[in-house]
DNA sequence: CTTCCTGTGTTCGATATCGTACATACCACT
DNA sequence: AGTGGTATGTACGATATCGAACACAGGAAG
């Protein structure tokens, strides 16, 4: 909890989300009046499913699941998202709502956008209309993956691929998540979650820990990955303009 | 040959595609000029993962299967479109092309467009613009639940889902495909689709014949089906403009 | 220190799923 | 009729997955 001083505050920059930081400085100026700085907290809920949501985010340093809930309580990531991308795509979409659930996974800061300033700014056609758009595309792969992945491939694979997409959005090599969270998170039971641990720990590749997870060799655990991160990440990059640097501001 | 006596050729109409048919006949006029009648055989591959796209597709009567294929073949359906969407959102959303594979699952005919007039025409940013999004966020609940489902239901669960979404946009209560065929969409084994065929026969719900399914009791394929399939058709049913009554013109 | 409580991790047995192998029906063509 | 190809149905064993009950830690309150 070294958060206290938190000198992070005044600095964080617009430009540390990708999409903002591909605007031009017209684009980004103009904006600059509706950006408003927030923290997210672990576990907070940005939108809940059907809502209709009231702003959109672009995640700073901080990590965004988009889970779909069942009526009788099991749930299913769909996608996670981080600097690279934004929470809110229905709303520009048309639906203003959409069936998932948008769940902070990691703490940190976004910039929001009243959901009228970016419903406008889309229909104005701009660089942040194409922005959107293309990373829309991109979630829509990481969809179809997740799809594709929860037919084929096994909890151990996908424990793997899930790890990878988290830590790709991360500073560090640790995911600071309990069982029970990685469980919903995947859809699985805390025992399923324990058990795939168990045996990524064994094979070395790991380290769990009383709800927090490092990882000790990634070349391994992408090794042991399916397939689909590879391809998500390469579609990502393919469509995504490059994301600033995260940290340290001088 | 000559097509002299298919009546059917000369008598389809734009209109006989939900989105087509809601555009406002000025709209209507000015594509007519680029709307190519075609049709689409069973098992036709409208493109294929990666590729890029030369036309997008508005499905009349025909149904279209969007499929993801594994590097080791395996594959998953992602989604189905009939005559209330259209194939090829990638061409709009920037990304030219996506991960997945569009393949004829009933013959019939669409329309097409060739892929700069649609780019066009989304660029204008009118009203087929605007049901371009809408039928996009229809897409991505219909692949939300496709991940959620995988993830959570039974084999029969799932057949039983992917029955009623296909009777839906077909005008009778016949299924036309192999068992084969029906194991590639839902990503099975020809052994796993017997078993799940056969146990629904038993019970009486449906007719399984050499390639043939009929749903017998529509009602009781719906109770066993899970949540996936009501939510999706009721939330399609928000987004989209109905589609026109697909049969006998005067 | 004890008790409760919440969150966490483990064990065991039931069931669903999947790989392999083999048997059968139908159709088209020679 | 005979032959090959495609579609289908069945059986068995190996795993993976999942439900239910049990076991353990640590913090808060008494």
Redesign the pocket.
């Known amino acids: 909890m070294t958060m206290n001083h938190v000198p992070a505050r005044a600095q964080r920059l617009p430009h540390e989300n990708a999409l903002l930081a591909a605007l031009s400085s017209a684009d980004c100026e103009r904006l600059s009046h509706d950006l408003e700085l927030v923290p997210l907290a672990l576990g907070q809920v940005l939108y809940e499913s059907g809502e209709t949501m009231s702003h959109a985010y672009f995640p700073l340093d901080c990590v965004v699941s988009l889970l779909y809930v069942m009526k009788n309580g099991e749930s299913a990531e769909i996608a996670v998202v981080g600097n690279e991308g934004v929470i809110g795509l229905a709303l520009f979409m048309g639906g203003e709502s959409t069936m998932s659930r948008a769940i902070v996974q990691n703490a940190g800061y976004a910039y929001r956008l009243k959901a009228q300033v970016l419903k406008d700014e889309f229909q104005a056609g701009g660089a942040l209309a194409r922005l959107l758009l293309m990373f829309a595309s991109a979630l829509i792969t990481q969809m179809v993956q997740t799809a594709a992945c929860n ?6 694979q996908q424990l793997c691929r899930w790890m990878l997409l988290s830590l790709d959005r991360l500073p560090s090599e640790r995911i600071n998540m ?4 990685v469980g919903n998170m995947l ?9 795939a ?2 045996v990524l720990e064994k094979a070395g590749l790991i380290h ?4 927090e997870i490092t990882v000790l060799n990634r070349a391994a655990v992408e090794e042991r990955s399916c397939e689909c991160y590879g391809v998500v990440k390469k579609e990502s990059d393919r469509l995504l303009p490059r994301a600033e640097p995260v940290h340290q501001a001088v």
Chains 1, 2 share one sequence.
């Open positions: 037919r084929h491939h096994s909890i151990d309990t069982g029970q969270l859809g699985l039971d805390l025992k399923e979650v324990s058990l641990t168990g769990y820990d009383n709800g």
